[in-house]
């Protein structure tokens, strides 16, 4: 285990320099691989989800499609601001700075919001919203309106509980030394986060987004068959402000706080004491 730490504070120092060109187009990238992912796993369960009464499968079914975008990420390379609250520990052993970390955390942030939005709006204007008699259309928006309607606190929780999982996937993939391993290792964290129904910041760049712009399409609107009290809710203010907002503090303590520091000072702790660490 101890090996794990150091390539996860490892990682964290050489993202605190790397050029600002590499960050980006990696964060759209990465971006643009989980909105893949959150707009296939709500094309598969949408008439699931639609029914209350079959909601839970929906959720089961779109889970186990969303570990797809962690492991494009893992694979064919990414910047993912959620992955990367985890440079809190080489923060914590002073190999990078603040300023290293934040100029970081400010780039993939806005690069991922830039890859999400823009599968969104190419999505959006493909019309695939119109499957089902305009019902994933409908369906967009309900999960949109729900995440805007959430209350600050809960919100919170919800970031941090859904990071802790992310991070965890993270963690477990750089203990594997093969392909399938990394795979299996991201699949169960990441299915549990979605049957959960946690909230990752990154997913809701796309999800909000694509019920905003869904929103906008009387058809699609219809078949949300959603209040006005519950439409109202969902705007881009209340993307940023109720939603966003909260649900990155929770992120950034869930996998920064709860895997990356949690382990390393675990970890620490037995090397100072003079205990050989677990090297499984």
Not at 116 to 137: D, K, M, P, R
Not at 200 to 221: E, T, V
Not at 224 to 241: K, P, R, V
């Amino acid at each position: 285990m101890l090996e794990i730490v150091q390539t996860v504070s490892d990682a964290g120092v050489a993202r605190a320099s790397a050029p600002f060109r590499r960050l980006f187009i990696l964060g759209v990238l990465a971006g643009a691989y989980i909105a893949f992912v959150a707009f296939a796993s709500t094309m598969a369960a949408f008439s699931l989800l639609a029914d209350p009464a079959t909601s839970g499968l929906g959720r089961c079914l779109a889970g186990a499609i969303f570990p797809g975008g962690l492991v494009l990420i893992i694979l064919a390379g990414g910047e993912l601001f959620t992955g990367n609250t985890m440079m809190l520990l080489p923060l914590s052993q002073r190999r990078i700075r603040l300023a290293g970390l934040l100029r970081n955390w400010s780039i993939v942030y806005a690069a991922n919001l830039a890859g999400t939005v823009f599968i969104a709006s190419l999505i959006f204007y493909s019309g695939q919203f119109n499957a089902g008699e305009h019902l994933l259309g409908g369906v967009t928006i309900r999960i949109a309106a729900a995440k805007c309607s959430l209350a600050f606190s809960k919100a919170f929780v919800l970031g941090l509980l859904c990071n802790w999982l992310v991070c965890l996937a993270i963690w477990m993939a750089v203990s594997a030394k093969e392909v399938q391993g990394k795979i299996m290792a991201i699949f169960f964290p990441i299915w549990l986060f979605v049957i959960s129904g946690f909230e990752h910041s990154i997913a809701n760049m796309y999800f909000i987004p694509a019920g905003l712009l869904a929103k906008s399409n009387p058809a699609w609107l219809e078949a949300a068959n959603l209040s006005q009290e519950a439409l109202a809710s969902l705007t881009w203010a209340n993307f940023f402000c109720a939603n966003l907002l909260p649900v990155t503090l929770g992120n950034i303590i869930g996998g920064g706080v709860f895997v990356a520091l949690a382990y390393g000072y675990a970890l620490q702790a037995k090397s100072e004491k003079g205990v050989v660490p677990d090297q499984t």
